[in-house]
């Protein structure tokens, strides 16, 4: 999702800077396009980064004796955050 959202800026960034030729008084579009361009390129560096972290295992061992045997459970989850 953060990848589609800092594509979208860049996008959108880009046709105010480069494709309309509107002049609006109270606000430079040159300006506001130029913001959403950098701050797509932010987004979709963290996208990026997010992307490629290295995901650590969880593992848990739990050992009890049932019947005179030893029952062992292993649990394993990936932390995602």
């Keep these: 999702m953060s990848l589609g959202l800092g594509i979208f800026?860049?996008?959108v960034g880009a046709?105010?800077?480069f494709a309309l030729n509107?002049?609006?008084d109270w606000i430079d579009l040159d300006?506001?396009?130029y913001i959403f361009m950098g701050a797509g390129a932010v987004i979709m560096i963290l996208g990026i980064v997010l992307l490629t972290r290295k995901?650590?295992?969880?593992?848990?061992?739990?050992?009890?004796v049932v019947d005179g045997e030893q029952v062992t459970q292993e649990k394993r989850s990936i932390d995602d955050i």
């Design 55 to 64: 995901r650590t295992s969880v593992s848990t061992t739990r050992s009890a």
């Design 15 to 17: 046709i105010l800077v």
């Design 22 to 24: 509107i002049s609006v």
């Design 9 to 11: 800026l860049v996008v």
């Design 31 to 33: 300006f506001v396009g």
